[in-house]
Every structure is written in structure tokens, then in C-alpha cells.
């Protein structure tokens, strides 16, 4: 039987990440995402944690399109800011920069959290990217994995690809910041790759059910 399951995106990027590697759970799955359902209104995103996030935009798509959907939420978290700046990760400088362009966004982020840091040694620098992926059918949750990548925040912008906070988080058994890294090199060791990777197995088990 063919299944077809929702992702919550309208990102190009993160479609392609998630079905290429979930695509080998089955082949009998077809995949949309939100640009099919321009009439679905935006999940809003006020929950406390990934999780809250995740789970709630899985439920919620889950129900207004009838469909087992897939959803992920991520960010950073410094210890140093006491988890900072988290579920507010793609926001975190609203309140200095009102910016609707995603580039600009990001680094008056990373320049904020910079500017946090200035005094705050390397041993304290330390960080993760945490990814939550949440798979719900309309009426309940039906599976959910959460994939982290450890770093260290740098003290200036390093390295050009990527997004967001890429440039200042530096992962040393790479010897390298996010930024350096080309798309499949992150993929292989990120939050939202690692993520998918737990994914895959238990998605796997459910479609055979
Ligand atoms: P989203 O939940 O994937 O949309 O991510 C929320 C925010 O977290 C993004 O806007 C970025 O600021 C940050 N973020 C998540 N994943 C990454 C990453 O892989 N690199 C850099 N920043 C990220």
C-alpha cells in the first residue's frame, strides 16, 4: 500500500534532506510538503521546548491535512546563556534587528550571541545543535527522535556556507565550523542528520505493521 506522509516545510532543502534518506525506509511512500496546502494556515510556534515545537506542528498538520505528517524543530543552545537561545533560535535578535530577510536575521543572531560571549572563555563556550523530528498521524504521535551536534562557539565568523549560526560553531573533531563544511559533509554529522538516521529504522518498523 502506498503511504503518504506530509512534510511540514516548504523549505526545498530540508525536503530533500528528509526524503532521500527516510525515502529508503519504504518505497511505497509518497512524499508532499506544505506547498501543496497553500490553504493550511502557519503553525505557530510558542511552545517551551524542540519537542513542544516539533509535536506540535506534526498534530496540528497532521489534522488539517488528514495525513501522517513529519515535522522537526531546531536551534542552538549555549550553556553559557543558560540554554540560550533555543526555541528563539531563528529570532533571537527581534529585538535589534526587524529584518525579514533571512541572511540579515541570521547574522544579527550570531552577532548578538557574540557580543554575550565577549568575555566568556573557551572552556565555557560549549553548544549544541539539537533537532527534534516528530512523525503524527491526525489522531496521535506516532514516533519521535532527537539528533544533537556538540561545538564550541567561536569568537569571530569562520567559513561561508550553511545558514544561521554556522560560522561561529565550531566542531572539533572536524577542525572546522559549521560553515566550512559543505552540505553533504553536515548532513553526515548534524543534528538534523542524526535525527533522520534514528528515524529511519523505527519508521521503517511502523510501515511494516
Ligand atoms: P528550524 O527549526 O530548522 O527552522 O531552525 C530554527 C533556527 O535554528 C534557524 O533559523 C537557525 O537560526 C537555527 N538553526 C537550526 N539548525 C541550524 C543549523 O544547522 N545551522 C545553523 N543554525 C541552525
Redesign the pocket.
Known amino acids: 500500500m502506498i503511504r503518504t506522509i506530509l512534510v511540514a516545510t516548504t523549505n526545498p532543502g530540508?525536503l530533500e534532506e528528509l526524503t532521500a534518506l527516510l525515502g529508503q525506509a519504504s518505497r511505497d511512500i509518497k512524499w508532499l510538503s506544505l506547498k501543496e496546502f497553500p490553504d493550511i494556515p502557519e503553525m505557530v510556534e510558542d511552545g517551551e521546548t524542540f519537542a513542544d515545537n516539533a509535536r506540535k506542528k506534526a498534530l496540528g498538520y497532521a489534522n488539517a491535512a488528514g495525513l501522517w505528517t513529519i515535522a522537526?524543530?531546531?536551534?542552538?543552545v549555549i550553556d553559557a546563556l543558560n540554554g540560550a537561545?533555543g526555541v528563539y533560535?531563528?529570532r533571537?535578535a527581534a529585538d535589534e534587528c526587524s529584518s525579514s530577510n533571512r541572511k540579515t536575521m541570521?547574522r544579527a543572531?550570531w552577532e548578538k550571541v557574540l557580543r554575550q560571549l565577549k568575555d566568556i572563555p573557551d572552556k565555557k563556550r560549549t553548544a549544541r545543535?539539537v533537532?527534534h523530528l516528530c512523525l503524527a498521524s491526525p489522531q496521535k504521535i506516532l514516533l519521535e527522535t532527537t539528533g544533537t551536534i556538540e561545538g564550541v562557539i567561536n569568537h569571530c565568523p569562520v567559513g561561508e556556507n550553511?545558514?544561521?549560526?554556522?560560522p561561529i560553531?565550531y566542531i572539533s573533531f572536524v577542525d572546522k565550523t559549521?560553515a566550512q563544511l559543505d552540505n553533504h559533509e553536515?548532513n553526515g554529522i548534524?543534528?538534523?542528520g542524526n535525527a533522520i538516521r534514528q528515524f529511519k529504522p523505527l519508521l521503517e518498523n511502523l510501515l511494516k505493521q
Not at 162 to 166: A, E, L, P, S, V
Request: aromatic residues 20%; hydrophobic residues 25%; negative net charge.
Open positions: 530540508k522537526d524543530d531546531s536551534g542552538l537561545p533560535s531563528a533571537y541570521d543572531n545543535f533537532c550553511g545558514f544561521g549560526y554556522d560553531f559549521a553536515k548534524s543534528h538534523r
